[in-house]
């Protein structure tokens, strides 16, 4: 079956600038949650979704944004890019509870310049 | 707090050397952990869950709640495991996972 599928794979946009990252979970997976991976950071946890209603929240100003749909796919939105929101954004999907672990997406490698 | 802390952020290793990757955990409940493995070039993904009690690739990792750790370790190292390998947590109050800054794993021929 199909694995996690983020699109776009690569962007590039001005600081100021909006954008917003699609994400598709496993079939039949109802979770869906968004990491920002940086090399100094590591990964860090942006939001939770399930059956189209945020179940928990990061630690990250409110220019992150995100939302699922009835279909389980998620959208997650920056708002006023800056220069730091550079990193991978990895969206993970899971059957229902996390204790069984997520299937990670490859990811959107955003760059803000 | 819940904290996941790696304290090794590369571990070089000789082909068919023993392998201990650690990895230290911050939680006061009952802690559900996972291993995960991000290849060159690949998606992370995850290796195994404690819970599970299972052996992938030859690597197992044991929970020790005295010491609040949950090492990975095989016992002879291939070039095919060289990765990058996070420690995550789930602790219940919380439903996503914390991860760790990850250990590089060098393994030489």
């Known amino acids: 079956k199909a694995g996690v599928t983020q699109t776009p794979r690569y962007l590039i946009k001005t600081r100021g600038q909006q954008v917003t990252l699609s994400c598709s979970p496993i079939?039949?997976?109802?979770?869906v949650s968004w990491y920002q991976q940086t090399p100094g950071q590591g990964l860090q946890f942006l939001f939770e979704?399930?059956?189209?209603?945020?179940?928990n929240k990061g630690n990250f100003p409110g220019r992150f944004s995100g939302r699922q749909f009835s279909n389980s796919r998620s959208e997650m939105n920056v708002s006023t890019l800056e220069l730091g929101d550079s990193a991978l954004y990895l969206c993970?999907?899971?059957?229902?509870?996390?204790?069984?672990?997520?299937?990670f997406g490859s990811g959107t490698r955003l760059t803000v310049v | 707090a819940q904290r996941v802390t790696q304290p090794e952020k590369l571990l070089s290793v000789f082909k068919g050397a023993p392998v201990e990757l650690k990895c230290n955990y911050s939680?006061?409940?009952?802690?559900?952990l996972f291993w995960y493995v991000q290849y060159s070039r690949q998606r992370l993904q995850l290796l195994l869950r404690?819970?599970s009690r299972e052996s992938i690739k030859g690597f197992t990792a044991d929970l020790n709640k005295g010491e609040t750790s949950f090492h990975l370790k095989k016992p002879f190292a291939q070039e095919e495991d060289s990765a990058m390998y996070y420690c995550?947590?789930?602790?219940?109050?919380?439903?996503?996972?914390?991860f760790g800054k990850g250990t590089k794993l060098s393994v030489k021929p």
């Open positions: 993970a999907s899971s059957l229902d509870r996390v204790r069984y672990g997520y299937t």
């Open positions: 079939s039949g997976h109802r979770s």
């Open positions: 939680y006061s409940g009952s802690p559900e």
């Open positions: 404690h819970i």
């Open positions: 995550a947590l789930h602790g219940g109050s919380q439903g996503n996972l914390i």
């Open positions: 979704y399930f059956s189209e209603t945020q179940r």
